[in-house]
């Protein structure tokens, strides 16, 4: 997977936390799923088989309950992290982040700039995903926006 990525040159910028993606299956494996992207807003064809395109990946815990995928598959998941040193945009297909995602880059930007609007305010807020030097949590009430938190 990270051989893949590495020869990646995409803009991750174009797939900002919280927006939506759709992805064509690759692989399926044990611990969860490789997918070629498509940038937020845009839906992969087969036509796109030469192009550059974002590897992304989902692991096992953020699959769709009883859904069984096979390479080739055009899902639709949720950006859950962008910030990857080795160019892999980690998604998730879980139904309850994918409805409170957004399928245009500007929409994701708008969200988040009004949720910083209530700074100070405490809210009940779900770990999605732990990495070395912060976790990615997802906060229900405000139709499941995305924020990083240090640890």
Excluded at 53 to 71: I, M, N, P, R, Y
Excluded at 77 to 101: F, H, P
Excluded at 126 to 151: G, R
């Amino acid at each position: 997977l990270a051989e893949f990525a590495a020869s990646s040159s995409v803009d991750l910028a174009k797939f900002p936390l919280g927006a939506n993606v759709y992805g064509i299956v690759k692989q399926v494996s044990k611990i969860g799923v490789e997918l070629h992207l498509a940038p937020s807003g845009q839906e992969p064809s087969e036509d796109d088989a030469d192009k550059e395109f974002q590897v992304g990946f989902c692991t096992k815990e953020h699959l769709k309950d009883g859904e069984a995928l096979k390479s080739g598959d055009k899902v639709l998941c949720r950006v859950v992290d962008n910030l990857s040193d080795k160019g892999i945009v980690d998604v998730s297909m879980r139904s309850t982040l994918v409805k409170g995602g957004t399928i245009n880059a500007k929409t994701a930007e708008s969200a988040r700039k009004k949720a910083l609007k209530d700074t100070g305010k405490k809210y009940n807020a779900t770990v999605e995903l732990v990495k070395p030097h912060y976790v990615v949590l997802s906060v229900a009430s405000l139709s499941s926006q995305l924020v990083i938190a240090p640890v």
